[in-house]
């Protein structure tokens, strides 16, 4: 099982990005999959969630309104679209896989979550 985040990268303050998390030897339709983020000096955190069928989304308050989750079940990828990024947004960007449909106080424990992506890094240039 693979996760492969990218999308990564340098904007300035206001811009957007687009992050990415493909699967393979995983079936995205059967698992939750949430972005986390983790600054310099800082505890990974909860950033937004998508249950497997799409139908349910979770954020942070701190993104609510600006980052929107999204799926493509047949690239088995998941989308994070993040506009009007802000310079405490600067972090690195994990993607993680739960199977199932897990109660919100589950989605947002790290340490819950069996497969990770390697990790990508968003900078917020103010």
């Known amino acids: 099982v693979q996760l492969q985040a990218s999308g990564g990268g340098l904007v300035q303050a206001g811009g957007s990005l687009r992050l990415s998390c493909a699967a393979s030897?995983?079936?995205?339709?059967?698992?939750?999959m949430t972005w986390f983020r983790q600054a310099p000096g800082k505890e990974r955190e909860f950033v937004a969630s998508?249950?497997?069928?799409?139908?349910?989304?979770f954020y942070a308050k701190s993104v609510k309104g600006r980052f929107t989750i999204s799926r493509d079940n047949v690239k088995n990828t998941r989308h994070l679209q993040m506009n009007s990024l802000k310079s405490v947004d600067t972090a690195v960007y994990y993607c993680?896989?739960?199977?199932?449909?897990?109660?919100?106080?589950?989605?947002?424990?790290?340490?819950?979550?069996?497969?990770w992506g390697q990790g990508t890094q968003v900078t917020v240039s103010s």
């Open positions: 030897g995983l079936a995205f339709s059967r698992y939750a």
């Open positions: 998508i249950d497997w069928s799409g139908g349910r989304t």
């Open positions: 993680a896989a739960i199977p199932g449909t897990p109660i919100a106080s589950t989605l947002w424990d790290s340490s819950k979550y069996d497969y």
